[in-house]
């Protein structure tokens, strides 16, 4: 479709599309200060949001310096969406030691608010800094930027405190795995699900080229893992059933330090926002933090709605079961994060997850 059409497609979307970030954040009269070839390159950044009126955040970033490169655009949509002025800048921080209101000796134990063990999960995006973003990726460059992985993989496998295997999903690949064995690690929470299916991430470019250059490397113990080629270029993960959030925080941090150690792979940091993703939604730190929880009684008609209801005022994001937009568990099993991303530091993620979890527990005790 020409500029113009897509201009004039905007302008027609954009007051029946209130709630579409992207859209409200599009100004005609800044697109016009950009030459040709950066026109284009914003205009990519909006196309999933045109695709998809109804989307909530709307763009996604296609290069890593997409955020200050288009930064009155991008700080228009951040500070819709983070809440968060124009002009805020992204600090990042792991350590606990500074947190406000957390328990004696920093131990997140949800025993000692009477859960069970949960599947605890912490994750983080990061992307290559010299690769583009998966948005506007060639096949080659999928593939080029897995071999680089597979290398620095190689180096995990050989050090006793990860060792574990690569499983790619490209065909071809020494490393690739079937179907049957594909489906076996979804359903294990463990690899992603195909991205094909998802509207947003197929208008974003972001799907582009399925399955090449997609895999994931799952450590020994299964409790360290690294997705490659989903929405961001590596998503690094910890996860364990336990009831101390401590340990798959404490654990990503010296993991992700030894994977950006590795020569060859520098990530994209931006100097205001931090971390820098595909969705500006995951910018700053890229980590979502949850857990899974069963909460019979707030989600006693089969659906999620009752508890969106009580956990969006506590900051928190009610997902299902296999993740986002997918239903809650046969037995009331949901996933809870907080959601925020950005203008937070990675232990006020964590110390918010414990305290969220907390007050929710209180709701769903207080119905039975
Ligand atoms: P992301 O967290 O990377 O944004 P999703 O929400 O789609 O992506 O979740 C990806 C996978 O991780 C899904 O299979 C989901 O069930 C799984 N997952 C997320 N949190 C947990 C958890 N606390 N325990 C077990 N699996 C989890
Ligand atoms: N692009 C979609 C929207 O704008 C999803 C954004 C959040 N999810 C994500 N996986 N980044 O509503």
């Known amino acids: 479709m020409p500029f113009d059409d897509k201009i004039e497609l905007i302008a027609k979307l954009k007051p029946e599309n209130p709630a579409n970030i992207a859209l409200q954040s599009f100004d005609p009269v800044y697109f016009e200060t950009l030459d040709a070839g950066s026109q284009n390159r914003l205009m990519a950044c909006l196309n999933s949001g045109i695709e998809n009126p109804t989307s909530e955040m709307g763009c996604y970033a296609c290069q890593p310096s997409d955020y200050d490169d288009f930064r009155p655009f991008f700080a228009k949509a951040l500070a819709a969406y983070h809440k968060v002025s124009e002009d805020a ?37 990061r992307n290559l800094a010299e690769f583009p973003l998966p948005g506007s990726m060639t096949r080659n460059d999928r593939v080029l930027l897995e071999t680089r992985m597979m290398g620095a993989f190689g180096k995990l496998i050989a050090d006793p405190d990860y060792g574990g295997a690569y499983h790619s999903l490209t065909p071809g690949s020494p490393n690739e795995i079937d179907a049957a064995a594909y489906q076996k690690l979804v359903d294990d929470h463990i690899m992603f699900k195909d991205m094909s ?20 490397y799952v450590s020994a113990d299964r409790g360290f893992i690294i997705w490659v080629g989903e929405e961001d270029h590596l998503r690094i993960m910890c996860m364990e059933r336990g009831t101390i959030l401590n340990r798959v925080f404490d654990r990503l941090k010296v993991a992700l330090d030894v994977v950006a150690g590795i020569e060859g792979l520098e990530f994209a940091m931006s100097g205001d926002y931090g971390v820098v993703t595909s969705c500006p939604t995951n910018l700053g730190t890229g980590m979502r933090a949850s857990v899974h929880i069963q909460l019979p009684n707030l989600t006693s008609d089969g659906t999620d709605k009752r508890a969106k209801q009580i956990a969006k005022p506590l900051g928190l994001s009610v997902r299902g079961a296999g993740g986002e937009h997918t239903p809650i568990g046969a037995d009331g099993t949901v996933d809870i994060s907080p959601s925020a991303r950005f203008c937070i530091t990675e232990a006020e993620i964590i110390a918010a997850l414990y305290k969220g979890i907390s007050l929710l527990k209180k709701e769903e005790d207080s119905i039975a």
């Open 89 to 125: 800048q992204h600090k990042n921080n792991w350590s606990l030691e500074r947190v406000e209101d957390l328990p004696e000796g920093g131990v997140l134990d949800l025993a000692a608010i009477g859960l069970p063990a949960l599947s605890m999960r912490v994750r983080v995006g």
């Open 197 to 216: 299916n998802d509207t947003y991430l197929t208008a974003a470019g972001i799907a582009s080229d399925w399955p090449y250059g997609r895999g994931c």
